[in-house]
């Protein structure tokens, strides 16, 4: 009897307060979006919208359809929730404001 070759990965989502890694054996040819259908995460957080989150392999954006090699991790991402680039501008203006009031006072 033939047996079935399967390969090992990982799909990861996290949250704030919590993270979940689960591992997973799919077929060789395993598409990204399958594999997160397929490990049961949807079910433990219904708030994850496949149509609007990314995803992505190992901190690397990557396309639903791209095919998973042994071992990747697929990571479900969240939106931000703030802007990075008004976020620094905001600390440094902050800096800024309070390196002026520090000089000020000398």
Request: hydrophobic residues 35%; without cysteine.
């Amino acid at each position: 009897m033939a047996e079935s070759k399967t390969i090992l990965v990982e799909v990861a989502y996290a949250k704030p307060d919590k993270q979940v890694i689960l591992p997973l054996q799919v077929k060789p040819g395993t598409q990204l979006i399958e594999a997160v259908k397929l490990s049961g995460i949807l079910e433990q957080f219904p708030e994850i919208d496949l149509e609007k989150s990314k995803l992505g392999i190992f901190s690397k954006v990557s396309k639903p359809d791209t095919v998973l090699r042994e071992k990747d991790r697929v990571e479900i991402y969240r939106p931000l929730i703030a802007d990075p680039k008004e976020s620094r501008r905001k600390r440094a203006d902050k800096k800024a404001e309070a390196k002026k009031d520090s000089e000020a006072g000398e």
